[in-house]
């Protein structure tokens, strides 16, 4: 089994930045993709950025260019740089690892459908306008 676990949320106001991190233990390979979805009340989960094994990314059209998925392979932790956040950003975010070996592009979709991915407890990003 993957544990998953989130750190970094909180508020702040729009524009702001925020660094997600997520802690990975258990047994995992370094051959699967991970990613990062949201989830806000009352919507559906969406996928937000995805990285493969070698390092390739992907992301949704709305983040690009504000956020940046990245990852330390030594320290089994997968991060999220979140720049010039806006209101619509406001979610719970949840680090996940797929269970297909994916190229990140096909991963990003793969991140909202819960039988392919296991996720962490999530962690809560509120942006003020």
């Known amino acids: 089994q993957v544990q998953l676990v989130e750190s970094g949320g909180g508020s702040v106001q729009a524009g702001g930045s925020l660094r997600l991190s997520c802690a990975v233990s258990g047994i995992t390979g370094s051959s699967y993709s991970m990613g990062w979805f949201r989830q806000a009340p009352g919507k559906e989960r969406e996928g937000v950025a995805a990285i493969d094994a070698d390092g390739n990314t992907s992301y949704i059209e709305f983040v690009k260019g504000r956020f940046t998925i990245s990852k330390d392979n030594a320290k089994h932790t997968l991060y999220l740089e979140m720049n010039s956040l806006k209101p619509e950003d406001t979610a719970m975010y949840y680090c996940?690892?797929?269970?297909?070996?994916?190229?990140?592009?096909?991963?990003?979709?793969?991140?909202?459908?819960?039988?392919?991915?296991?996720w962490g407890q999530g962690t809560q990003v509120t942006v003020s306008s």
């Open positions: 996940a690892q797929l269970a297909v070996i994916v190229p990140a592009h096909q991963a990003l979709g793969y991140l909202i459908y819960p039988t392919m991915t296991f």
